[in-house]
């Protein structure tokens, strides 16, 4: 473990429906250092998810700092956002979100799309990314022709293909058998220890949380331990 | 893995979505193409007509005739330089559905104001020697098989009975939109038999046609041909040719401007059917936009995506659309060629019909767009946790 890579201050969130407003996080404070694993788990409506689209940047703060390496993440404009997630992110979901109408290599080929790297590089770190995750076999195969477990394997490729120092995984197991969330599970520990990758995962799953190194939990908007 | 590829793939998705709005599409830009193909057939004897002719008929209504008699009285008009006549003949040939434009004209004066009727010298000759001979289009010989010498026969409705013909002469046009598809014959051998058998419709005509030096004096030439038959019993209007022509195309005015209207709501059918296409379509992938603003693409990106499956299913229909309105576009010549004997395709018109299809295909997208682009990644990925 190294310096603090993930710093949230006073971070509050909430949600309007009509004139209602809906608070969701309620001064969250946390700090997570570069290189370890953190499990954030809670009930539903926790605002588990939220703090994680926080964190990615993909949605923004009410009100308090968030910093990913240094950064501002808060204070980016919408296109600078996209640039910087394409970057520093990798975000794993739920459901693996794959593009039906592109193969393996494709899917894992889409973030780099937006790289300077040429069709021969792109190749290399595709193959690599999906060699990691063990999948270089499977490099021409249709989501559909995936079983769960593969698809979200391929996930996480993507997540890692452009080699980003934080990887964000909402509930990455949520939708697996027990036999593939193991796997999952090794493959983030792996990524973890040998990569040296920031993860912060959302889940429900005691089990899938024994793998991180850190469990913190929300409860209606606030850490609670 | 290009954008190409992926906006292709997309588009096939749905085959069977994809194929009913590309067959839409092209269904759309056909009937553009046709209507608007059958507009300009319309203006054709119009856009074919020159500047130096004038046509003079009488004045109560075409319908009623002139004395030939007049001739000798507008050929002395000052800016006259020529002068012929014609009467509208009406015969069925074998069959009444077998339509055709016939003739009676002068064989010594009216083709020589016709120069866009290229007719070999032989046959022109041969022609003007024989009472019973007639000079036919190349599009109507074609029509019907015939070549010269053939024997034609036609029963006449305005002038009854039957009357017997020898083709000799096959004439072609020296311009493309000149009309093929005319049957002159002799006015003597017309005139001649109605003496016989009905004396008070002899030496009556149609039209006179009347070549002037000078098309910028048409107006003055047409009003001192006026003057002349002013309170006579037969009042002449003269007109130019241009005029003439566009006279029977505004007998059908409410017709055409219907067309018109058919081929504007033409196009705002197939906006519609293809920016339901691409609404649903976006729709359906707004949680996987969702997922590329996540890994980092820009609401640009995704617009181009958009936009180029809309283009590209827009393309795809108006180039069938062109392919298919070649072979409809000749089914309706042969159907309607005795209507209208210029039915062409202008590769104009075909350009109007392809381009409005890719301007529907921009117009579809903007409204899915704006939409995909305005959805935030949290409400695309329907994150409520």
């Known amino acids: 473990m190294s310096d603090t890579f993930v710093e949230v201050n006073k971070v509050y969130k909430s949600y309007w429906r009509d004139s209602i407003e809906i608070p969701v996080l309620h001064d969250i404070n946390l700090n997570i250092a570069e290189g370890e694993f953190m499990a954030l788990m809670g009930p539903s409506g926790s605002g588990k998810t939220t703090l994680l689209n926080l964190l990615a940047g993909i949605d923004r703060p009410s009100s308090g700092d968030l910093l990913v390496a240094g950064e501002q993440v808060g204070g980016l404009s919408e296109h600078d956002l996209a640039r910087w997630r394409s970057r520093n992110i990798g975000f794993v979901f739920q459901f693996y979100n794959l593009m039906p109408v592109l193969n393996a290599f494709e899917n894992v080929e889409l973030p780099l799309l937006l790289t300077k790297l040429n069709k021969k590089e792109r190749r290399k770190q595709v193959e690599a990314a999906l060699s990691i995750v063990g999948l270089a076999d499977r490099m021409k195969h249709y989501p559909n022709q995936l079983s769960g477990g593969q698809e979200q394997r391929v996930a996480i490729a993507r997540a890692i293909v452009t080699d980003p120092n934080l990887i964000l995984a909402d509930e990455p197991t949520g939708d697996l058998d027990k036999q593939s969330a193991e796997d999952i599970m090794e493959l983030l520990s792996r990524l973890n220890s040998e990569f040296n990758k920031t993860i912060i995962m959302v889940t429900h799953d005691p089990r899938a949380a024994e793998k991180a190194r850190r469990t913190r939990h929300l409860d209606k908007g606030e850490l609670t331990s | ?385």
Do not use: C
């Open chain 2, 1 to 385: 893995m290009k954008v190409f590829k992926l906006i292709s793939r997309n588009t096939t998705r749905h085959p069977l979505r994809s194929f009913l709005t590309v067959l839409g599409l092209a269904i759309a830009v056909m009937a553009f193409a046709v209507i608007r193909t059958t507009i300009s057939a319309w203006y054709a004897g119009a856009q074919a007509s020159s500047p130096n002719r004038l046509v003079v008929i009488n004045r109560v209504s075409l319908v009623f005739t002139l004395p030939l008699a007049d001739r000798e009285k507008i050929e002395k008009v000052d800016g006259v330089t020529g002068i012929s006549w014609a009467q509208w003949f009406g015969g069925i040939y074998v069959d009444p559905k077998n339509f055709f434009a016939q003739f009676a004209v002068d064989p010594g004066t009216y083709f020589k104001l016709y120069p866009e009727y290229i007719i070999p010298p032989d046959q022109m000759e041969t022609f003007q020697k024989e009472r019973n001979a007639v000079i036919v289009g190349r599009a109507l010989a074609d029509r019907f098989g015939w070549s010269v010498g053939d024997p034609i026969r036609l029963t006449g409705t305005i002038y009854p009975g039957n009357w017997d013909f020898v083709i000799r002469g096959i004439y072609t046009g020296a311009k493309e939109g000149t009309d093929e598809s005319q049957f002159f014959m002799h006015f003597n051998y017309l005139d001649e038999r109605m003496k016989q058998e009905t004396p008070g419709r002899a030496g009556q005509v149609g039209s006179f046609i009347v070549r002037i030096a000078d098309p910028s004096q048409a107006a003055q030439v047409s009003d001192r041909i006026d003057a002349l038959f002013k309170n006579s019993l037969a009042e002449t209007k003269t007109q130019t040719e241009e005029a003439f022509q566009l006279s029977f195309v505004a007998m059908a005015g409410t017709i055409v401007t219907g067309l018109r209207i058919i081929s504007i709501l033409v196009i705002a059918i197939i906006l519609l059917v293809l920016a339901n296409t691409m609404a649903m379509t976006a729709r359906e992938r707004i949680s996987e936009y969702a997922v590329m603003k996540t890994l980092g693409f820009s609401p640009f990106h995704i617009v181009g995506l958009i936009f180029g499956e809309s283009l590209f299913i827009a393309a795809l229909g108006g180039t069938l659309g062109i392919l298919i309105t070649f072979p409809i576009a000749g089914l309706i010549k042969v159907a309607m060629g005795a209507f209208f004997p210029i039915f062409k395709i202008h590769p104009v018109t075909l350009a109007v019909g392809f381009v409005s299809a890719l301007f529907v295909g921009l117009l579809a997208a903007i409204f899915p767009a704006v939409k995909a682009v305005r959805t935030s990644i949290v409400d695309g990925l329907r994150i409520i946790d």
